[in-house]
């Protein structure tokens, strides 16, 4: 009886591990499925994106040999050619331009007396005085005359000054002549039997500087392996000791190239490094115009300056 019982125990233990054995087969089965699943799902989306691929670089590849074919063609055989002649033609115009800006500022800059002075002076003389001459070169108005009074040259020159005709007050000598230095009495007085009964002479001369406008010419110049003009010359006329500004100089832009402000020079001088990095940091340079100014902004490629700070590094 009892090996009965104990062959009975160890069927039942043979049952339960052919159970648990059972069992875990069913789930490395499940679990070999998931991953036999998994990896074919993963190599599907791979071939997926691989087929894309192909796709896309075929239909690069298409575009590239359409694009070389058109590039071949002769629309597009003599294109270097034409950049050439074109730029080649830009700057002829640039050139021919900056010499019409040149021409244009000598006429600018070249003084000019008003059409009306001649008819301001006569209508200031004094009834007591006259002119014997009066002579104007270029900005300068001398004359020279005489008068019965000592004053009435003064008078006559405030009387111009209140004309706005001097731009500083002019310089006046008067001296007293007598009469037979002037003239006999027969040029004064064309009658027989006259005499000249006026003793007091002066012979007064009057010289000063006219009211005129200054100009402010600004050119501005590429630097690279030349030197060339890229805006011509601009010239803006301003009253004589008036204050100038001219914005937006610390970058230009022509011909779809940037350029940055590099350098500056008035009237042929070049301007210090704190000043030139003041006119920098505002943008703009300022000054007062007392008489014509030149100033030239000197500019280099900003391109140029990025390879140079590369280099640099």
Do not use: H
């Amino acid at each position: 009886m009892a090996n009965s019982g104990n062959k009975k125990i160890i069927v039942k233990k043979d049952m339960n591990f052919f159970a648990e054995f059972t069992a875990s087969a069913a789930k490395a089965a499940r679990l070999l499925t998931y991953a036999v699943l998994f990896g074919i799902a993963v190599v599907g989306i791979i071939l997926v994106f691989i087929v894309i691929g192909i796709v896309r670089n075929t239909i690069i590849k298409g575009q590239i040999a359409d694009l070389e074919a058109q590039l071949a063609s002769d629309e597009y055989a003599n294109l270097e050619v034409q950049a050439s002649a074109l730029a080649e033609t830009l700057k002829t115009k640039n050139n021919y331009f900056y010499a019409l800006c040149q021409m244009r500022k000598n006429v600018d800059e070249t003084p000019a007396v008003s059409m009306d002075l001649p008819d301001v002076i006569a209508d200031v003389i004094p009834s007591d005085s006259y002119l014997i001459q009066y002579q104007i070169t270029g900005t300068q108005l001398a004359m020279e005359g005489y008068s019965f009074s000592y004053y009435s040259p003064v008078d006559m020159v405030y009387m111009l000054n209140e004309a706005g005709v001097f731009k500083v007050r002019p310089d006046i000598s008067t001296d007293r002549v007598s009469a037979t230095d002037i003239g006999d009495a027969q040029d004064f007085f064309p009658e027989d039997n006259t005499v000249n009964a006026i003793n007091n002479y002066y012979n007064f001369t009057i010289v000063g500087t006219l009211v005129s406008d200054v100009y402010v010419s600004i050119e501005r110049i590429a630097t690279t392996d030349t030197v060339e003009s890229i805006s011509g010359i601009e010239t803006i006329k301003y009253d004589a000791g008036s204050t100038y500004t001219i914005e937006g100089i610390s970058t230009y832009e022509a011909g779809g190239v940037t350029y940055n402000l590099s350098s500056i020079t008035i009237n042929g001088a070049a301007i210090d490094e704190e000043s030139f990095n003041n006119i920098l940091n505002a943008g703009a340079i300022s000054g007062v115009a007392n008489d014509n100014v030149d100033i030239a902004l000197y500019y280099t490629a900003a391109v140029e300056d990025a390879a140079v700070e590369e280099e640099a590094k």
